[in-house]
């Protein structure tokens, strides 16, 4: 930071140079022309084909062992003809009760495999209360959805289309008497499950096509493999900063044997503390959930009220789980902004900002989330180093991403300047004084 107080932005291009393939990299998606700002599905599928197989292989950097016996459930293993039927279905607006929303909707190819939103539009217009998480890599996962209610990812798939505000169909009779249209269907699912078209066989397909969606070769991992090229030498501090000062490590730890960089747990980082009285949510949950907490209503209470901002408590109910949310993969992060699970962070110079102040104070915080006091050159070295994390595939959208972000934080980064991130106070002292003490 220079005298004036403001960040030194000219530097940030250079401190973010990538050694980046740019001839193995998909250029820049066209603007999008389908429903919901989404690309349109053709050219989603054309660009899907740039982009992966339809291999039954383990994924590389993935232990075979692990793929079989862990990522792909007994019962659904991985055959060209389910994922082909899981493919058709991912793109098939049918599975929305208009007509105009399918998986890929909101998880776009063009867009990392998300629909780059704060929140997710549904049918009707409709507007959830989270943001998509990418599709890539959610094979890896532990459990599904920003509160782990959905713990496989054949149940995750099917929820979406049951939901009234996200593709509507009433029951499954409904969504299956949508695609029944189709004379291809009968066919594919017979070939794929050996019967005759079903619910629990359409989400166990489109299971089995996002289980192709691995993408884990980025600038970092040929870093680690000994590269030291790979990295420029600001994110190699960034690396350093990532698992030392800065703690992200705590949480998003990443090796070969967890190589999204998550801990699969559920934290409370004080983003919903912002404008919610936990309190009084956790009591009205509480009195929701009395009569029955099967997934559907979880999930309705996931999305389309204010009880969405408990996070892991309504499928938990447990006084700790209380604004937690899951910890989300850095894997690819260059390009899935917005950030959080309400999108409310735009750009990762937001998210460091965010936790460099030590997260928002709120009863319920997670014991890790202290002030880090990060400089701005350090916060700039870590910034660089998440955007090795990027799969090379996606180079361009990449550093177009970066350029895009560094241009937004250049204007406004409303965490930026806190008292708590340099510990010129401390937390206890704003919970006892309030804003209005330490001015």
């Not at 293993?77 to 607006?93: N, P, Q």
Request: hydrophobic residues 40%; neutral net charge.
């Amino acid at each position: 930071m220079n005298q004036s107080g403001r960040a030194r932005t000219p530097r940030i291009a250079a401190l973010l140079g990538l050694a980046m393939a740019a001839s193995a990299s998909i250029a820049e998606p066209v603007p999008p022309t389908g429903p919901h700002g989404a690309m349109a599905l053709d050219a989603q599928q054309k660009r899907l084909n740039q982009l992966v197989t339809a291999s039954t292989a383990p994924p590389p950097g993935i232990d075979p062992v692990a793929w079989a016996s862990i990522y792909v459930p007994p019962g659904n293993e991985l055959t060209a003809d389910r994922i082909a039927l899981g493919r058709k279905l991912y793109f098939d607006v049918r599975l929305s009760k208009d007509g105009t929303v399918a998986c890929a909707t909101c998880h776009d190819a063009s867009r990392g495999f998300t629909d780059q939103r704060n929140v997710s539009e549904g049918i009707g217009d409709h507007l959830g209360r989270r943001s998509s998480p990418t599709t890539m890599n959610a094979a890896l996962f532990q459990s599904m959805f920003w509160d782990g209610r959905a713990v496989t990812l054949e149940d995750q798939a099917k929820l979406p289309i049951l939901n009234p505000i996200e593709m509507g169909h009433p029951d499954a009779a409904s969504a299956m008497a949508g695609i029944a249209a189709d004379p291809a269907y009968p066919g594919l699912f017979q070939k794929a499950y050996g019967r005759a078209p079903n619910y629990d066989d359409l989400g166990r397909a489109i299971a089995s096509f996002e289980r192709t969606l691995i993408f884990l070769d980025a600038p970092f991992d040929h870093f680690a493999a000994g590269d030291t090229k790979a990295i420029s030498p600001a994110a190699q501090r960034g690396l350093a900063l990532f698992n030392g000062k800065a703690r992200c490590v705590s949480c998003h730890m990443i090796n070969s044997s967890n190589p999204l960089g998550t801990d699969n747990l559920f934290h409370n980082i004080g983003v919903s503390a912002r404008k919610q009285n936990f309190e009084a949510l956790a009591q009205q949950a509480l009195g929701a959930l009395k009569d029955g907490s099967d997934v559907d209503a979880l999930d309705k209470l996931a999305l389309q009220t204010d009880m969405s901002e408990l996070g892991r408590f309504i499928v938990s109910r447990k006084r700790g789980d209380i604004g937690a949310f899951k910890t989300e993969q850095l894997r690819n992060v260059g390009i899935t902004a917005p950030y959080m699970h309400d999108g409310s962070l735009r750009t990762l110079w937001d998210v460091l900002d965010h936790y460099n102040k030590g997260g928002e104070t709120n009863p319920y915080l997670d014991g890790g989330i202290e002030p880090l006091n990060l400089s701005e050159d350090e916060i700039n070295d870590v910034v660089a180093f998440l955007f090795t994390l990027t799969d090379t595939r996606f180079a361009a959208q990449n550093e177009a991403a970066m350029r895009s972000q560094q241009a937004q934080a250049a204007k406004k980064r409303p965490f930026r300047d806190n008292a708590l991130a340099h510990r010129e106070v401390l937390p206890f002292e704003q919970r006892v004084l309030g804003p209005a003490g330490l001015k």
